[in-house]
């Protein structure tokens, strides 16, 4: 077991080896796996159809069979591909700084946890100095009250200053052997390798102006992810917008006509109709969504300011 660590060794084990990061590789990879779908080209679909067979008079058994077999798929306009790839692509952006926050997050809290164990290392030794003062305060008594110098409620006293001071001691020693271990979880380690950690408590930098913080907050990626989610939206928008235009069904075949023992092809196109005015909700739903995404950035924002 070493016997300390230092706030560089504790930020390098937690960025190693945290689920809170691992996560995003997975989230990477589902959004790998969706590209390829969206990327694909509509599929083609083969059918069959029967007709006119098994029923009664001139067409009963298989004397006026007519069967078709059928290819068809669809056409997609406004690029509907490119649209929901761009989607992705937006999401994909939002998940790094996604990450960058979930980093910030996760070293700000081991900050506080680090800090905290130094705190308590400073609390210990002064509670074992106060231990020591009250030992000593305790046999100068001692002696007094020997000597008949002093009554024996003032060695009382000090006994119990004593035994208060070593309470102190023992629950301030429990506290930080809790701390250490809290401290020691964030890289995943129940057990912890070291018995305290380096560092000056009581050393603190200038700080920054108002406006260099108001714009450090601009620039934080707390912020930014506003602007991710923005273009998240937006790209969500253009393919709803894309949607305006309908796809157009096509299908051919070849149809074998059993009663004259002649073959023809066939082919078709349907068309959707009124599409845009079907999807005028889904556009005013996914426009309200962008609207509200501005305006959470611009609370946020004065939220922050107003903590600093």
């Known amino acids: 077991m070493r016997e300390s660590i230092t706030l560089e060794d504790a930020i390098k084990r937690t960025l190693a080896d945290n689920p809170n990061l691992h996560e995003f590789e997975f989230r990477q990879q589902v959004l790998a796996g969706e590209t390829k779908t969206a990327g694909l080209k509509p599929g083609l679909i ?25 290819l068809s798929s669809v056409i997609q306009l406004d690029n509907k591909p490119a649209a929901r790839l761009g989607v992705l692509s937006a999401r994909r952006e939002q998940q790094d700084v996604e990450k960058k926050i979930r980093t910030l997050d996760l070293l700000g809290e081991l900050n506080r946890r680090y800090i905290h164990v130094l705190s308590l290392q400073a609390l210990l030794a002064v509670t074992k100095e106060a231990e020591a003062l009250a030992r000593y305060t305790l046999e100068a008594v001692s002696k007094r009250v020997e000597a008949g110098a002093s009554p024996l409620l003032e060695q009382k006293r000090a006994l119990s200053a004593l035994a208060q001071s070593q309470l102190d001691v023992d629950v301030t020693k429990q506290n930080l052997r809790f701390a250490i271990r809290s401290l020691a979880i964030m890289w995943g380690e129940p057990n912890p390798s070291f018995r305290r950690v380096e560092g000056k408590l009581f050393v603190f930098q200038e700080t920054a ?10 620039n934080s990626p707390h912020i930014d992810l506003f602007a991710q989610q923005s273009r998240v939206q937006s790209a969500q928008l253009r393919l709803v917008q894309a949607g305006n235009r309908p796809d157009i069904e096509w299908s051919a075949g070849i149809r074998r006509i059993q009663g004259i023992d002649e073959t023809a092809f066939v082919a078709g196109v349907s068309v959707p109709l009124f599409q845009k005015q079907r999807n005028l909700g ?27």
């Open 209 to 218: 102006s108002f406006n260099a913080l108001s714009m450090a907050i601009q």
């Open 282 to 308: 889904e556009y005013e739903a996914q426009k309200a969504r962008l609207d509200l995404i501005e305006q959470q950035k611009q609370s946020d924002v004065r939220n922050l300011l107003h903590s600093v």
């Open 46 to 70: 083969a059918g069959v159809e029967l007709e006119n067979f098994l029923g009664t008079g001139e067409v009963s058994g298989l004397k006026e069979l007519e069967m078709t077999l059928t």
